[in-house]
């Protein structure tokens, strides 16, 4: 089965290899890359997925692909002494990064290398997992969110929160934006340009809103619904596990 990667069609072994490539590169500059790119943005529908999430005290939850961790940062003051969250991520240096932040604020949480596909977890043990711009990375996105399904709770509930397709009339100019303003971006303050026409690149071939709305249900969540934030450049679906 072949996939669309940075302007060329390459296999599902070659894509999680590049994908890991990505990340190596911009973990360094990928907060700053993330306020740059969205004019601050991300924060906002960061802010939003946190405030749909109904996280309380005692919760455990399971941030995947969480990067640098701004989702773990928000949870761990919500679920108090008696839950937890945990940070994961299938690239060490981001994880790294994740958790050197998360320590110079004080905050100790426990951190894994763990593929989506193949979660490290038992069976219904999580209140909350959340997937915040990490779905459209993974090779088999409907292996990942059945596994997501399986670590939860029967009544836990999906947050995959992920850039979408935006508002049709605004799509000419995204594009602009997108393949040219985000690899000069890359160019100049994370010194690869590469890097952000992969991400362009996989935005574009990401599925839309209905799609992944359908892809959750099909992997057994049940109420699936979606927010589109901004005119779709984002969009948050959410799910329950009955
Ligand atoms: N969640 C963070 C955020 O919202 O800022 C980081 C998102 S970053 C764009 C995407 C992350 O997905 C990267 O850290 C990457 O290593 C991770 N990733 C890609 N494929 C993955 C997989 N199969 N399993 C777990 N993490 C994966």
Redesign the pocket.
């Known amino acids: 089965k072949l996939t669309h990667f940075g302007y060329q069609k390459v296999n599902e072994e070659e894509k999680?290899g590049k994908?890991a490539d990505v990340?190596n590169h911009v973990a360094q500059h990928y907060d700053l890359m993330?306020d740059l790119m969205s004019g601050g943005m991300?924060r906002l529908w960061?802010a939003f997925a946190v405030s749909q999430a109904g996280v309380k005290e005692g919760f455990r939850v399971l941030?995947?692909?969480?990067?640098?961790g701004?989702?773990t940062w928000s949870f761990s003051k919500q679920v108090g002494d008696t839950g937890e969250v945990w940070l994961?991520?299938?690239?060490e240096t981001?994880l790294q990064c994740g958790r050197d932040k998360l320590l110079n604020r004080g905050v100790l949480v426990p951190t894994l290398v763990?593929?989506?596909?193949k979660l490290p977890f038992p069976d219904n043990y999580f209140d909350r997992v959340i997937v915040?711009?990490?779905l459209r990375?993974?090779?088999h996105k409907e292996q990942?969110l059945s596994e997501m399904n399986r670590v939860l709770k029967p009544g836990g509930k999906l947050l995959v929160?992920e850039f979408s397709k935006v508002w049709k009339p605004l799509q000419n100019l995204y594009d602009i934006y997108s393949f040219s303003v985000l690899p000069w971006l890359g160019k100049h303050v994370a010194k690869s340009a590469d890097s952000y026409r992969y991400l362009a690149e996989s935005i574009r071939v990401h599925p839309d809103q209905a799609t992944l709305q359908k892809m959750m249900e099909d992997a057994g969540f049940v109420c699936a619904r979606f927010f589109n934030l901004t005119a779709g450049v984002v969009a948050l679906h959410t799910g329950m596990k009955l």
């Open positions: 999680s994908v990340f993330n991300h960061k941030d995947i692909a969480g990067g640098t701004d989702l994961t991520d299938i690239n981001m763990c593929d989506a596909e915040s711009f990490g990375n993974m090779t990942a929160l």
